[in-house]
């Protein structure tokens, strides 16, 4: 099979998240991503340090041995300069969230990115919300303004419904990245997730 084949056909859709535990023994060799540095977190011992470190979880897609993506997630809290909820009566600019720290797919795996996203904010959904309070998921989408054109992850998470704390933020922004946040009451709604 040619290399850059190594995903072709795969229907990420339907392949099962896995959470990173310590039988889980996936070396991620081969694993390339558009981002070199997200591999190298990989290769050299970032994502297990901070789930050792008990600071973050993560889950992983993978086909057999080879590894299509992975995220981890954390607690954080967002804020905002406006009370967001103020239309609820809560006036609060802070709020308990759960953060996306990393995320990274091979760059061969096509949809992989999707499946992982949308896996997370079903699996807060489902499994977070229902017993602690959680009204948002965060992300610090990374931007690179050293590339041409800039990278600018956050294209990505406004796909799936993701806002920026900052709108008006000019560009560059003054560190590598644009904080964003998605609401998951309309999803908790939804699901009729209770309180
Ligand atoms: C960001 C990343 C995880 C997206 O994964 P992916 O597998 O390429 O995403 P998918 O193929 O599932 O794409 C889902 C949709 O998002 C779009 N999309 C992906 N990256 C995008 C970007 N940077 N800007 C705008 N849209 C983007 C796709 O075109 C697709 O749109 P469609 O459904 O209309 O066809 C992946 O590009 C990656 O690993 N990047 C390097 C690491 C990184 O930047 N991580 C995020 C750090 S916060």
């Given at each position: 099979?040619?290399?850059?084949s190594k995903f072709s056909d795969v229907d990420f859709s339907n392949l099962p998240i896995e959470h990173l535990t310590p039988d889980l023994n996936v070396t991620g060799q081969g694993f390339r991503?558009?981002?070199?540095?997200?591999?190298?977190?990989?290769?050299k011992g970032r994502i297990q340090r901070e789930v050792n470190a008990r600071i973050s979880h993560c889950w992983i897609l993978r086909c057999e041995d080879d590894?299509?993506?992975?995220?981890?997630?954390?607690?954080?809290?967002?804020?905002?300069?406006?009370?967001?909820?103020i239309d609820e009566g809560v006036q609060y600019q802070t709020f308990p969230a759960i953060?996306?720290?990393?995320l990274a797919v091979d760059r061969r795996a096509k949809g992989a990115g999707r499946r992982l996203l949308e896996w997370a904010v079903e699996y807060i959904a489902e499994n977070i919300a229902p017993h602690v309070g959680v009204r948002f998921i965060t992300v610090d989408a990374l931007y690179d303004s050293d590339t041409t054109p800039a990278y600018d992850a956050s294209g990505f998470y406004k796909k799936?419904?993701?806002?920026?704390?900052?709108?008006?933020?000019?560009?560059?922004?003054?560190?590598?990245?644009?904080?964003?946040?998605?609401?998951l009451k309309p999803l908790l709604d939804a699901l009729s997730i209770q309180i």
């Open positions: 099979m040619p290399p850059n991503c558009i981002r070199g540095e997200f591999a190298t977190y990989w290769r590894l299509a993506g992975y995220i981890t997630l954390l607690t954080d809290k967002l804020e905002v300069d406006e009370p967001i909820l953060k996306i720290g990393l799936f419904g993701f806002q920026f704390v900052d709108a008006e933020e000019s560009l560059p922004p003054s560190v590598p990245y644009r904080t964003m946040y998605l609401d």
